[in-house]
């Protein structure tokens, strides 16, 4: 099955394009997706860094302010239970976050407390208190049953507390009790929050994690998560803040960003990591986005450079068509000539081969009436020898005598022909004398005499007038020149040589044929020496 070169063309370029396109989109969607992973995952890393901070920084704030609180004077003796209550009342009214403060004695019997909730209650088996007594105390997420009890709870959800515990003393340091609170963990989905909205205009499908130091539970997250473990790998890591792709077996992908809360100031902290993670898909999303339209935008281009090939053969087989029709006619018996395209150097070198193929072909042999056998004839080329150019030269005189004209000596040899024979062998030698012969009477009127005088050397008599004799025979060598310079096509290969011509006229004042014809040959050399390629005349003195 053929194809032609326009449908060849056509697939070719398209080809070529869908090639480089999808090359194109693997490297460039590779590079972006390390790309988009990285600035997500800083970006996923820097968040989760700011929520632990402004955790670790909101219980340092609330523990600080409970402990200067601690350090008035309602607090020493005597108690004064009414202003205590007010204080303490007044805190929680500034601060929502606090759920309940209250004050317990060295026995732990609650002396106050905002909205008298537990007051005269005993509280001392409560780890803050047991805690507190000690030193400052803040203890992790954790549920209380006897506040759970206690404390209005509108909307029916899990209650869950974080508390803080600080002595109390008098003036000598003796403790006096523990000022307690207990702060609802609403407040960590508050600062959730306050992280979230600027994150979810950058980063779709964020999911927050808030995670126990002390048993990987998770502390806050989403709703069906909280409770339980976290195994997630980022864990391994804690006491730094950093993000990498978590790859779940059967599962989905995540890009993770993790932080270590490790205290504020004096406060150390209990150790919470943060987590913020997205799915990689979503992560994602503009990088595949960008490969399909990438993809796409290369199809349509590769739809446009196959039309582009199309029109391109179309423009390119044109000549091609014309040679064909030309070839076809000759072969029916009609006639046609090749023609001949300069533009392109390949069509060139074409359609001058073809050319020089059918006129080699329809050419008759040249059968001068000065040749009556064959030992006048150059046995290789068919061309007179030297013996039909002195019988040439005794009836050429005579005509030009009588017709007042001249005779052009043009004495030419081949440049490169020792190189051809070198290289290709002398069988493509004597081929390209053969078509040079061809040429040569291309160039030349039909009553004028090419010879063969040996090797590669030619005479060429031409029949020129007596007022520019040097003028018409430099117009013929010039022809030559450029027909022989055209390359041989010779056994399907390309060959090339040059010409080099010596010039001289013969005129009736000189009488010697002999003398002219030497001093061609000598302008001959002349030419080989000065950079060959060109036609030097030398005059008969």
Same mark, same amino acid.
Request: hydrophobic fraction near 40%.
């Given at each position: ?171 000598? #340091?003796?403790?006096?009790? !523990? ?8 407040? /960590? &989905? +508050?600062?959730? %929050? $306050?992280? =979230? ?23 806050? #997250?989403?709703?069906?998560? !909280? ?8 864990? /391994? &890591? +804690?006491?730094? %803040? $950093?993000? =990498? ?23 150390? #902290?209990?150790?919470?990591? !943060? ?267």
């Amino acid at each position: 099955m053929s194809i032609n070169l326009r449908t060849l063309f056509a697939g070719a370029f398209a080809a070529v394009i869908i090639l480089l396109t999808v090359l194109l989109s693997y490297l460039i969607g590779n590079e972006t997706s390390k790309t988009a992973e990285v600035t997500t995952g800083k970006s996923l890393a820097e968040a989760a860094y700011q929520m632990s901070y402004n955790l670790d920084h909101f219980m340092w704030a609330r523990a600080g302010e409970i402990e200067m609180l601690g350090t008035l004077g309602a607090f020493q003796e005597p108690v004064n239970k009414e202003e205590i209550a007010g204080l303490l009342n007044q805190l929680k009214e500034s601060l929502p976050v606090f759920t309940w403060i209250g004050y317990a004695d060295i026995k732990g019997s609650v002396l106050a407390a905002t909205g008298n909730i537990m007051e005269g209650r005993s509280m001392k088996e409560q780890p803050v208190f047991q805690n507190g007594l000690q030193a400052p105390y803040i203890g992790d997420v954790h549920d209380d049953s006897l506040l759970t009890e206690i404390l209005p709870n509108p909307s029916g959800e899990r209650l869950q507390f974080v508390d803080i515990g600080v002595p109390v003393k008098d003036k000598s #340091g003796r403790t006096l009790g !523990v000022l307690a609170a207990y702060l609802s963990w609403e407040w /960590a &989905r +508050q600062a959730e %929050s $306050s992280i =979230l909205a600027p994150l979810k205009e950058r980063v779709e499908g964020a999911e927050v994690y808030v995670v126990s130091n002390h048993n990987h539970k998770i502390l806050l #997250g989403p709703s069906n998560q !909280v409770g339980k473990q976290m195994t997630d790998s980022a864990l /391994a &890591r +804690q006491g730094r %803040s $950093s993000w =990498l792709i978590e790859k779940y077996k059967g599962s989905q992908s995540f890009l993770t960003g993790y932080a270590y809360g490790d205290g504020e100031m004096d406060y150390p #902290g209990l150790g919470w990591s !943060v987590i913020i993670r997205q799915p990689a898909d979503i992560a994602l999303a503009p990088v595949r986005k960008l490969q399909n339209n990438f993809v796409l935008s290369g199809m349509a281009i590769a739809v446009l450079f196959g039309i582009a090939g199309w029109l391109c053969a179309g423009w390119m087989i044109r000549p091609l068509q014309r040679i064909s029709e030309s070839a076809d006619l000759l072969s029916s018996g009609g006639k046609a000539e090749i023609p001949e395209f300069k533009r392109i150097k390949d069509l060139s070198m074409l359609s001058r081969s073809l050319r020089n193929l059918v006129n080699k072909l329809t050419r008759p042999e040249p059968e001068p009436f000065y040749m009556s056998d064959m030992t006048r004839h150059d046995p290789l080329t068919g061309l007179p020898n030297r013996t039909a150019l002195d019988d040439y030269l005794a009836h050429a005189v005579n005509k030009a005598k009588r017709n007042r004209s001249t005779l052009s000596f043009l004495y030419l040899g081949l440049d490169g022909f020792k190189k051809v024979n070198e290289t290709l062998g002398h069988k493509t030698g004597d081929k390209l004398l053969q078509e040079v012969s061809f040429r040569l009477l291309e160039s030349t009127r039909e009553n004028e005499m090419i010879t063969r005088i040996g090797g590669d050397e030619f005479v060429v008599i031409l029949h020129t007038s007596a007022a520019k004799p040097m003028q018409e025979a430099e117009i013929v060598a010039k022809r030559i020149i450029d027909k022989i310079n055209q390359p041989f096509l010779i056994d399907g290969e390309f060959v090339h040589v040059g010409c080099s011509i010596g010039a001289a006229v013969w005129s009736p004042e000189n009488q010697d044929t002999s003398e002219i014809l030497r001093l061609a040959d000598d302008a001959y050399y002349i030419s080989k020496r000065s950079g060959k390629n060109r036609i030097t005349f030398e005059t008969a003195v």
